[in-house]
């Protein structure tokens, strides 16, 4: 049964020019640099292929989107299943002026998100300078609304493409008079997890390239004073709580620093955990809980994760080092 599937899928990359990898460490895929084997890894390079390969797979065997893998936390048992990569959507188009002086363009999923902010500086078109410095891609920042120094990206997104887990595509958008619209809060979004977005549309403004190239190094300037830009990390670990930091929150309780095997609490900015080598997933959950349990001693606040869980089953055991 397996020899088949894999059979079709190899036949069917061939076909479309798609990459496929069997057992693929993930660790290979994310900015942390953790993470066990995935069963089959998909670079998808071109709608022709996903839909074919979402319309005609024969099992039903589970299914993640990947972007940059920024903001991801994997499994060290691996994942069992498809990993489907959207690296390889990555033209942007102009659409056309919505009014005189705003411009809407589509980016599809996987350009870079720094990719997109050099398009728009080149160009002189504002509105997302502030997401300067955020790695990863235009996917996995609309599926997680991501933002910095006031700026989300869902606040300038007007229209997702998806496709789901049965080929359909669809166009979502955003519709203050429907509930089924696309809607975004803080870090997240209503695009189902089933679905893969393929392209998103966005509302700028015009400006000077100048203007907009300094805003641009201005925020990176700022996240480079403040965050560990250059080590391996997911980005903020935990949301902000209403009305504060958890960062501010995990420095006062003492944790930078604060370690468990390989992975550290950084030093530079404390919502950020550093993999310093060698650490593992599980290492990075047990951190979690104790930096979870110190604040929530300290201050009655109870931290959500940003990052996003992939795990199957994890194990927690080890050992904290104060
Ligand atoms: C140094 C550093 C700084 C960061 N600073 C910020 C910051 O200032 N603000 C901020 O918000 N984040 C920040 N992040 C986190 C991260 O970069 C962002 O969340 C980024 O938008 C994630 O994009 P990605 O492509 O890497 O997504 P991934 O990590 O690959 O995936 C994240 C989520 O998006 C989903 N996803 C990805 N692509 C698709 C797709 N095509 N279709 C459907 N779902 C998809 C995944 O399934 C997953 O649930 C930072 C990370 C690092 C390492």
Redesign the pocket.
């Known amino acids: 049964m397996l020899v088949n599937i894999q059979s079709e899928l190899d036949r069917l990359c061939v076909e479309t020019g798609t990459v496929i990898k069997y057992n693929e460490p993930m660790a290979n895929h994310t900015?942390l640099k953790i993470g066990g084997r995935a069963q089959y890894f998909i670079e998808a390079g071109s709608l022709d292929f996903m839909s074919k390969f979402l319309k005609y797979r024969s099992d039903d065997a589970q299914m993640?989107?990947?972007?940059?893998?920024?903001?991801?936390l994997f499994s060290d048992q691996g994942y069992d299943g498809y990993i489907i990569c959207?690296k390889g959507l990555g033209q942007i188009r102009e659409i056309g002026d919505l009014a005189s002086d705003e411009i809407m363009i589509e980016a599809e999923?996987g350009v870079m998100?720094q990719g997109l902010l050099k398009y728009v500086k080149d160009r002189g078109y504002t509105g997302i300078e502030g997401l300067s410095g955020?790695?990863?891609?235009v996917?996995?920042?609309v599926?997680?609304n991501?933002?910095?120094y006031g700026c989300e990206i869902g606040g300038l997104v007007r229209e997702v493409t998806v496709i789901n887990k049965d080929g359909v595509i669809r166009d979502i958008s955003k519709n203050a008079d429907t509930e089924s619209g696309l809607t975004f809060r803080y870090?997240g979004s209503n695009?189902s997890e089933d679905?893969?977005?393929i392209s998103t549309k966005i509302a700028l403004k015009r400006d000077s390239s100048e203007r907009v190239t300094d805003k641009i190094k201005e925020i990176f300037e700022k996240k480079k004073a403040s965050?560990p830009?250059d080590q391996r990390?997911?980005?903020?670990v935990f949301k902000n709580p209403q009305g504060d930091y958890a960062g501010r929150l995990i420095e006062q309780s003492g944790c930078k620093g604060l370690n468990n095997g390989g992975i550290f609490v950084s030093n530079t900015h404390a919502n950020f955990f550093i993999n310093k080598g060698g650490g593992s997933c599980n290492d990075f959950l047990i951190l979690m809980d104790k930096v979870k349990e110190i604040v929530f001693k300290n201050f009655g606040v109870e931290l959500e994760p940003e990052i996003?869980i992939v795990t199957s089953g994890n194990v927690r055991c080890g050992r904290i080092n104060l």
């Open positions: 900015s993640f989107a990947l972007g940059g893998g920024s903001n991801i959207t999923a998100l955020i790695p990863g891609t996917g996995g920042a599926y997680g991501a933002g910095s870090r695009i679905a893969l977005i965050q830009i990390s997911a980005g903020c996003k």
